[in-house]
C-alpha cells in the first residue's frame, strides 16, 4: 500500500510570492492535515480537512489556506511569503476523523524562502 | 508553558543499551497518546498508539501512560544502531490535532 505522497519535495521561493502544496493521502484515507516544522517551534498543526470540510484550525495566520478535493488528494496554499514560512511543511493522513485516530505522515515538502 | 515538554536531549547509549524516553504534558484533557519516530530528512513514522493509561508493548518497543503524573514515556529493549533517530511523543484530546513534543535525538553507538 502507498504511503503518503507529497509534492513538490523541494521548493525555493521569494518573499511576497505565493506556494502550493501538494498531498495525496493514503489509499481509503479521508482526514488530511497539515503540520509546519521548524528547527526552533518544532511540529505545529495547521488544520485538518474531512470531506472536503475544515474540521480543525492551528494558530496560523490567513495566509496559510487549504482545500480538499473530492478524492481526498489535499494542497495546502501560502501567500505573501515571509522569510519565516521556511520550514518543513508536512502532511498527515488517517482512516476518519476524531476519536484520536493514528496519522501517518509524508516526508514533507522542504520550503525555503528567500 | 507548553502543553508538551520533552527533553531534546541529545541522548548517546551504547548499542544494546535499554532507553528510556519521556515526555511530561500539562492538558488534563488529552487521551490518546502516540510516539513518533523520524529519521533524518523524512517524515514522522507513527510507532506506538495508546489509550488513556497503562502499558503497551510491540516487539522491543513499550509505551507507558501516567495521566495521574501526565507523564509518557517509550522504552526501547537491545537498542540498535538503526534506532537512531528523533523520537516525538504527541498527544491528542480525540480531535486530529496533534501537539507534539519538541523531540529527543537520540543516538545508538555500535
Known amino acids: 500500500k502507498a504511503g503518503v505522497t507529497q509534492t513538490p519535495r523541494y521548493l525555493i521561493k521569494t518573499r511576497g510570492q505565493q506556494v502550493t502544496l501538494s498531498c495525496s493521502p493514503i489509499?481509503?484515507?479521508?482526514?488530511v492535515s497539515w503540520y509546519q516544522q521548524t528547527p526552533g517551534q518544532g511540529l505545529q498543526f495547521l488544520f485538518e480537512?474531512?470531506?472536503?470540510?475544515?474540521?480543525n484550525k492551528g494558530n496560523f495566520p490567513g495566509r496559510f489556506s487549504g482545500r480538499q478535493f473530492s478524492n481526498s488528494r489535499s494542497e495546502m496554499n501560502v501567500s505573501t511569503l515571509e522569510l519565516g514560512d521556511s520550514a518543513l511543511y508536512l502532511c498527515?493522513?488517517?482512516?476518519?476523523?476524531?476519536?484520536?485516530?493514528?496519522?501517518?505522515f509524508g516526508d514533507g515538502t522542504r520550503l525555503s524562502i528567500l | 508553558q507548553k502543553e508538551v515538554e520533552q527533553d531534546p536531549g541529545p541522548l548517546s547509549v551504547p548499542e544494546g543499551a535499554i532507553v528510556s524516553l519521556n515526555c511530561t504534558y500539562s492538558?488534563?484533557?488529552?487521551?490518546?497518546f502516540m510516539w513518533y519516530r523520524q529519521y533524518s530528512r523524512k517524515g514522522p513514522e507513527l510507532l506506538m498508539y495508546?489509550?488513556?493509561?497503562g502499558n503497551k508493548e510491540d516487539g522491543r518497543f513499550t509505551a507507558q501512560v501516567d495521566k495521574s503524573s501526565k507523564y509518557i514515556s517509550l522504552f526501547i529493549r537491545d537498542s540498535q544502531p538503526s534506532d537512531s533517530a528523533t523520537y516525538l511523543c504527541?498527544?491528542?484530546?480525540?480531535?486530529?490535532?496533534?501537539?507534539f513534543g519538541q523531540g529527543t535525538r537520540l543516538t545508538i553507538n555500535p
Open positions: 489509499s481509503g484515507h479521508r482526514s
Open positions: 504527541a498527544p491528542t484530546r480525540g480531535a486530529q490535532k496533534l501537539v
Open positions: 492538558n488534563s484533557a488529552f487521551q490518546y
Open positions: 498527515a493522513s488517517s482512516l476518519e476523523t476524531g476519536q484520536g485516530q493514528p496519522q501517518h
Open positions: 480537512y474531512f470531506s472536503e470540510t475544515q474540521r
Open positions: 495508546t489509550y488513556s493509561s
